[in-house]
Each structure stands twice: as C-alpha cells, then as structure tokens.
C-alpha cells in the first residue's frame, strides 16, 4: 500500500471529466452551467462540473433512445454484449487507482477501502453480470399439443438510474451491470456531491465498445436533472438508491407522467439483536463496530440500532467503546485512517442535529463531537447512545452518520418486536451460538437481509433490497434482472381441430 504522501502526488495527476457525457462525448450544460463538487476532507473546491437540467437529460434520454431502436446494443448476440462488458471490467481494473482516487477526493472514502473494496467490486459486479448474459434461457409453456407458446425475457428500453454518494462507482455499477446486460440503454445521474467516477466509467465504456448513446451521464442537482429524470415521458424505468423521502418523490414522477416502473432502494434503521448466548463477546464487538462505523456510517443498512439482552448489555458497550476509541478519524488518502469525513457540511450539520436530540432524549455513551474543525473537513468522532427509548429520534430516522443507538431487551419476544418497530426494513443482525434461536429470529424479523452472527452480509450472488420503506425491488443476484426486462410471451397457434 502507498504512503499518504505517495497518494497525494498521484492525486494531483487525476484530471477530473467535468463535464456531461451525451451519445458517447463528453458535453456541456446546455446552458453552461456549472457545480462545484467538494472534498469532504478539505472542504475545498475539488472540481466544476456541468449543471444537468431538464434539457440536459431531454439530450441525453433522445440519445439513449436513438442507441435502443438502433438495435446495435439492445439485439446484439448476447456474446458480443458479454465480451464488450468484460472489457468494460478489464478497463476498471486498469484504471483502478485513478477510479478509487476519484471516489476518496469526491466522496470522502478511505483509500484502503476505494482500492480494496469498492472498485474491485464494482469490477467483479460487471464481470458476473456480463458472464449471466449468455446463461439466460427463456421459457415453453405448457399449452394444448398444437399450440406453442414461448415466454422470452426483453430490454425494457431506456433506464434512469439515480444513485448516491456513498459508494459511487460501485453504487452505479449495481444499477448499470444488469440493466446494460439485459440490453437496454441507461441515462445515468450521479450523486452531486461525487459525480467524477461515473463521467470517467462512461468514457471507459465507449472505448469498451459500447455503443454510442447506450450509456449517458448527467450530473446536476436532484431536483433539477433527477426530477427531469424521474418525469420523462421516453423512460421505462428508474432505478433509484437514496433516501425514502426522495423515494416517494419518484413514485410520484412516475404516477404524473407515464407510469414508468420505478424500483426503489431507499432507508434504512437496520437493528443488531445481541443474546445473552453469543459467547464470542469480542467477535460481536468487533462486527458491531464495523456494522455502524464503517463508511463513517453512511449505509442504508448500517447496523444503527444495538439491541443487547440485558445481562450482558454493560460489558459489551464498554467492548465496543474500547474499539471506537481505537478507530483514527482522519484523512482518507492516509492508509492508517480508519475513518474518514462525512459527504458534506449540509450532512456534518445534519449529524450533528442527531446528536444534539441524543443528549436530550438518552445517555451519551461516547463521542458526539466534531474533529479536525481547523482543517476544513467534515469529521464526527464514532458516537453511541445508551438507554435510548424506541421513540427517540435517533431510534426511530436514518442519521447516516457514525451514531449508534443503544438499548436492552429481557427475552426474545420482545427482542424481535422492537425491531421490527421500525417504518424500514432494509436489514438486520442475530448473534446468538443457538441455531433453533437464529432460525426462529431471522424468521420473525421483518427485513430484507438477515445477517447471522455478522452484519451487513453482501454478495453478488444474493439479492438486495428491503421492504416497508426502505424500498421494494432487489439489486444484485439474477433477480436485479427482473427489474431490467419485461416478460414477452409468444403465441403459435397451432391447426384447429376438428
């Protein structure tokens, strides 16, 4: 691994792309407009991109359009769709240093996590994705002898995929690998706090052979270029990770303008169900920990409220306390940070909102303050809560921020209907050494992922999503599929008897 000052000089060879990419060239604002996009490290201009309005996306949904009907993507063999993703994964792990470089300057992520984690994830994503495609076999029904009926699967047509900033490429790369495998032609609009990564992807897939127009990206401000998104009459379909409020939002685009399909990925108050039984106190410590601390707390399904059983709630904490203690909040381009800024000032504030509520309504169990003010970053120390009633603030709304809840329970019942007290039901964790108990637990618990004697349990192979409002739909696994294609049945009628 590089040193700090190692990273830092290959920053300053990064030449961010600042400007929209629009069937298959890099393209200004209309009216040309520009954004600042802000280090969260420094709080300091990192680059000026184009503004995307509605006109911008009107640009770039005619050119995805035009790619579709073409056909040079969306009924090419699935072979050559396969072998030009495979480039696309190839040209990633090529760029892999500049790719988690942009995302740590954009998004404030620890380079040790930008270069081991999420660029060689979002490589390994796009590369399963591009090795299912000629792997998808459709169906013959079970008509009369005579007849035949065929069901195929079908790209829907063009896509919007609006995504957020805490994992940018591999959050793009979630919603881009299926829908560009299944053949269909994406407009995609970045978070505006990290939209650098995503401009250079959509270069790097042009050059993968990609078809003009098949992928576009438009950077802008949600309620200008994601609204624009969201209400666009030529769109099948928006694909959207964010938070709930915003969720709702698209629901309504769709219902205003042409019931296009909307699939949604939005909050999360993923609880942690600790019993007495787990007898690895260290192990639960250290996944605890990680489940809310990692990523800064900025995941939908951060591990945000700790339900412990009561016999063993005070010795835990104080594990997990020694822990956060040890973590080192600092710049993320340092290797021996193990915590970097939050996204923004706005979300520093925000957080810092929750903390204030947490020392009205709760115990302050550690942290709650700001770090490294002087130098411009946006940085809260790791910060937990005890005692905290299920109708506290901070039990109850998604901080997105390294802010743990934490509170007690006496049996199993009670365990289980606390969590699931919750508006959201994105995830959740069960440690216990009981299996019976493990299997009656993550049976009750109302959540897409249950997680067993871990947290956040992720894989490519398995499906993502939640239910209540933390969204309906699933990313990853063949099933992110289903939200890409349309069911097309074919009809062969045979002679008429008789």
């Known amino acids: 691994m590089r040193t700090r000052v190692e990273w830092e000089q290959l920053a300053r060879s ?24 802000v280090n969260p490290a420094t709080g300091l201009v990192l680059a000026t991109v184009a503004r995307g309005k509605a006109v911008d996306v009107d640009r770039a949904v005619a050119a995805a359009r035009r790619a579709f009907d073409a056909g040079g993507w ?6 050559h769709r396969k072998a030009v993703l495979l480039r696309l994964a190839e040209a990633i792990r090529a760029h892999a240093d500049e790719l988690a470089l942009l995302d740590t300057l954009d998004g404030g992520k620890l380079i040790t996590d930008t270069t081991t984690t999420d660029i060689p994830g979002a490589a390994a994503i796009l590369q399963w994705y591009a090795e299912a495609i000629d792997k998808q076999y459709g169906e013959v029904a079970p008509t009369a002898r005579a007849d035949l009926a065929i069901v195929t699967r079908e790209p829907l047509g063009v896509v919007g995929a609006v995504v957020p900033w805490n994992y940018p490429l591999e959050m793009a790369i979630w919603k881009l690998a299926p829908a560009l495998a299944a053949g269909n032609s994406v407009v995609l609009k970045p978070a505006e706090e990290s939209p650098l990564s995503a401009l250079r992807l959509a270069e790097l897939a042009v050059e993968a052979g990609l078809p003009d127009g098949v992928l576009n990206v438009v950077p802008g401000y949600g309620e200008e270029a994601g609204q624009a998104l969201g209400r666009h009459p030529d769109v099948d379909a928006v694909a959207f990770t964010g938070s709930t409020t915003v969720g709702k939002l698209f629901l309504r685009y769709a219902g205003e303008s042409n019931m296009k399909q909307v699939w949604l990925e939005c909050g999360g108050k993923s609880a942690n169900l600790v019993f007495a039984d787990a007898a690895d106190l260290d192990l639960v410590a250290d996944r605890a920990v990680f489940g809310i601390f990692g ?12 339900l412990v059983e009561e016999s063993i709630a005070d010795e835990l904490l104080e594990r997990i306390r020694t822990r956060a203690a040890a973590l080192r909040v600092g710049n993320p381009l340092d290797p021996s940070s193990t915590m970097g800024p939050l996204i923004s000032e706005r979300q520093l504030e925000r957080v810092l909102g929750y903390v204030a509520a947490g020392r009205v309504e709760s115990a302050l169990a550690f942290g709650g303050n700001r770090l490294h003010e002087a130098g411009g970053g946006y940085y809260v120390e790791p910060t937990a809560f005890r005692d905290v009633p299920d109708a506290a603030v901070i039990s109850r709304e998604e901080v997105f921020g390294p802010l743990l809840a934490v509170s007690t329970f006496r049996d199993e019942a009670e365990a289980v209907s606390r969590a699931n007290a919750s508006e959201f039901g994105l995830a959740a ?10 299997r009656r637990v993550a049976r009750d618990l109302n959540a897409g992922t249950v997680s ?8 490519v192979t398995v499906p993502f999503g939640g239910v209540k409002q933390s969204g309906f739909g699933r990313d990853l696994s063949l099933h992110a599929l289903d939200k890409f294609t349309s069911l097309k049945t074919t009809w062969f009628a045979g002679p008429q008897e008789g």
Do not use: H, K, Y
């Not at 964790?429 to 493990?438: E, H, K, N, P």
């Open 429 to 438: 964790s069960v440690f216990t050494d009981s299996l019976a108990r493990a």
């Open 452 to 459: 067993v004697n871990t947290v956040d349990a992720l894989d």
């Open 295 to 306: 990523c800064s707390g900025q995941v939908c399904s951060a591990n945000s409220r700790l």
């Open 74 to 79: 969306s009924r090419a063999a699935p072979a």
């Open 14 to 37: 990064v030449e961010p792309r600042r400007r929209a990419f629009i069937g298959g060239a890099f393209a200004d604002a209309a009216d040309g407009e520009e954004f600042a996009t």
